[in-house]
C-alpha cells in the first residue's frame, strides 16, 4: 500500500503563489509517474501536472502552462507543485497521485492507482 499525503494548500488572493507538498514514505518518487488533479465542486477530476519516472520530463495542462510548477525531490521522496499567478478558476481540491504501473495515459486519473487525501486550494477575487 502507497499512502501520499498532500499539504501546502490554503486560502489566497488572486495573483498570489501557494507551493503544495505530496510525501510518499518509503517510496522512491524518482520511479514512479506522479501527478496532481484537481476537482472543483461540480466537476470532474482534472489533470493539472505530471512528472516522469527516471528522468523527470514534465507536462501540464493548458489552463496552468507558464504559471505552475512540478518537482520532485528524490532524497525526501516528495514532489512538489509551485502555483504562481493563481486564478479564482483554480479554486479546488488538489490530489497528488502515483502511478505503480504506467501505461500510457498520463492525464487521465485511472492511470494512478494510489491518491492523497487532498488538499483545498481557494483563490479569492
Known amino acids: 500500500q502507497v499512502q501520499l499525503v498532500e499539504s501546502g494548500g490554503g486560502l489566497v488572493q488572486a495573483g498570489g503563489s501557494l507551493k503544495l507538498s505530496c510525501v510518499a514514505p518509503?517510496?522512491?518518487?524518482?520511479?514512479?509517474?506522479m501527478g496532481w488533479f484537481r476537482q472543483a465542486p461540480g466537476k470532474e477530476r482534472e489533470f493539472v501536472s505530471v512528472i516522469r519516472a527516471n528522468g523527470g520530463t514534465t507536462y501540464y495542462a493548458d489552463s496552468v502552462k507558464g504559471r505552475f510548477t512540478i518537482s520532485r525531490d528524490n532524497a525526501k521522496n516528495t514532489i512538489y507543485l509551485q502555483m504562481n499567478g493563481l486564478k479564482p478558476d483554480d479554486t479546488a481540491v488538489y490530489y497528488c497521485?502515483?502511478?505503480?504501473?504506467?501505461?500510457?495515459?498520463?492525464?487521465?486519473?485511472?492511470?494512478?492507482?494510489?491518491w492523497g487525501q487532498g488538499t483545498q486550494v481557494t483563490v479569492s477575487t
Open positions: 518509503g517510496r522512491t518518487v524518482n520511479n514512479y509517474y
Open positions: 497521485a502515483l502511478a505503480a504501473y504506467y501505461r500510457g495515459a498520463y492525464d487521465h486519473p485511472d492511470e494512478y492507482e494510489y
